[in-house]
């Protein structure tokens, strides 16, 4: 079964620090591997997404995450995070086609910036 | 243009009663998603809807659950005497296709509160 596992519940960070968000992810098959931003009282915004090719991926709002297969991991970093960026991150892995195009969540990370 | 609609935002019910939850996707979008965020439990998948095809019902935690998707647009998930422990915000997504490529745009979710 597929599953997705986001170790960190809560990080603090400083405005102005780097960021880095842990996801290990298991599935069976060539994993879509995602990276959802949930904002108090918001909706489930995109930030990126892996399919093939490049491992290392750039989405929105200065994000970037990197693919490794051999560590089954696919972590967010951001070089200098923003106070903004405080919110409930979450890594979601899902499949190519039909039922499997499902996302499996990770139980997600809450950040607080502090400034 | 518009995104993915839910309502009512917040609904607190009776255990015991029955409830009603909308969805509208964005127009023409094949594929629609209901998943359930609660505390604890994390965001999980409970039934997806692809054009005409039969749902996937496979993530419904019981048969209290039930959803249709009229001609292929609005989605309305129903829960049956309902459950202190189905208390939850149910979200809703779309997207184009079914399939990890196309990205599965969320609603703002629905809050319900289960007396």
Known sequence: AQSVTQPDIHITVSEGASLELRCNYSYGATPYLFWYVQSPGQGLQLLLKYFSGDTLVQGIKGFEAEFKRSQSSFNLRKPSVHWSDAAEYFCAVGGNTGTASKLTFGTGTRLQVTL | ?115
């Open chain 2, 1 to 115: 243009g518009a995104g993915v609609s839910q309502s009512p935002s917040n609904k607190v019910t009776e255990k015991g009663k029955d409830v009603e939850l909308r969805c509208d996707p964005i127009s023409g979008h094949t594929a629609l998603y209901w998943y359930r965020q609660s505390l604890g439990q994390g965001l999980e998948f409970l039934i997806y809807f692809q054009g005409n095809s039969a749902p996937d019902k496979s993530g419904l935690p019981s048969d209290r659950f039930s959803a249709e998707r009229t001609g292929g647009s609005v989605s309305t998930l129903t829960i049956q005497r309902t459950q202190q422990e189905d208390s939850a915000v149910y979200l809703c997504a779309s997207s184009l296709w079914a399939g990890g490529y196309n990205e599965q745009f969320f609603g703002p979710g629905t809050r319900l509160t289960v007396l």
